[in-house]
């Protein structure tokens, strides 16, 4: 028993090393936007000699021209539809491949997982020169279409997992009491399939909600940028970095996504753990 217990407790303290290690940098970034530029570049102190609320207000009116709350819609604009298409469109289509027997279905499934060992660099000018052609450059419209059209591999996969894992007398049973495959898909699956949707969501809105790369390639309009462009151009704009001004709007920015995971993690452990021994 004392074994066990001092065993534990090791446990227990390098899980709490390692996250304050984790944590720590989010932290500086939270007292830094409380800080002067003298500060964060002289002092060596955790905390602010004295909080300066001047950061988040300047910070907010960004350039003058277009605020954060205008980049905090355009953000907004891109994650709602492409997280609600993405789990949408990968419900369906694992649904397919674990519900249905079809000719050359294990073939395509394989297809489909070899996507996954593409690497995204390879994309990134056909992806371009694609869009460009249907007219879809300095829109959103390159996040909403691949998130309609399922392509994100990954979630079809863990939604597969996790169909592998309901009993297919559930659908038997639904089918006697009349039900076709697209009842049975929202009336006895997704219910079901709630903690890995949900947890797609926290994936996927995260993801996007912090891509850089996409957004600087397919928008070229200041008044279209999210917010991970918004910050950067904070960068740009300046002659000399106001960096408590970017602090503050970065700790703003990932706000809603700490809320989110908190308010959800349940659901997103519940999702992660039953597609990955399930499958």
């Known amino acids: 028993m004392k074994k066990k217990k001092y065993i534990r407790w090791c446990s227990f303290i390098l899980i709490t090393v390692i996250g304050i290690c984790m944590i720590y940098p989010l932290v500086w970034m939270f007292f830094a936007s409380f800080k002067t530029n003298e500060e964060i570049n002289l002092a060596v102190n955790l905390l602010p000699e004295h909080f300066d609320w001047s950061g988040f207000i300047k910070g907010w009116d960004s350039s003058g021209q277009y605020t954060f709350t205008d980049f905090f819609i355009n953000t907004f604009v891109i994650v709602v539809p492409t997280v609600l298409f993405t789990v949408i469109s990968c419900t369906v289509v694992a649904y397919g491949f674990a519900r249905f027997s079809f000719k050359g279905n294990k073939l395509l499934f394989g297809v489909m997982l070899s996507t ?40 079809i996969y863990q939604e597969v997992q996790f169909l592998r894992g309901i009993p297919k007398e559930l659908d038997e049973a639904a089918k006697i009491d009349g039900c076709n495959s697209f009842q049975i898909l929202t009336r006895i699956l997704i219910p079901i399939l709630k903690p890995s949707m949900i947890s797609i969501c926290i994936f996927q809105t995260i993801w996007t909600w912090n891509d850089f790369m996409n957004p600087l390639i397919y928008i070229n309009s200041v008044s279209k ?49 039953s597609s990955g021994l399930k499958g």
Request: aromatic content about 20%.
């Open 225 to 273: 940028y999210p917010l991970s462009l918004a910050l950067r151009m904070g960068l740009d704009v300046a002659a000399s970095t106001n960096w408590n001004e970017i602090m503050s709007m970065a700790c703003v920015s990932i706000l809603p996504l700490v809320i989110m995971f908190f308010c959800l993690q349940k659901y997103f452990v519940e999702g992660i753990a």
């Open 116 to 155: 996954l060992m593409v690497p995204n660099a390879v994309l990134i000018i056909p992806r371009y020169l694609l869009f460009r052609d249907f007219g879809w450059l300095d829109s959103y419209m390159p996040f909403w279409m691949p998130a309609l059209f399922a392509c994100y591999p990954f979630f």
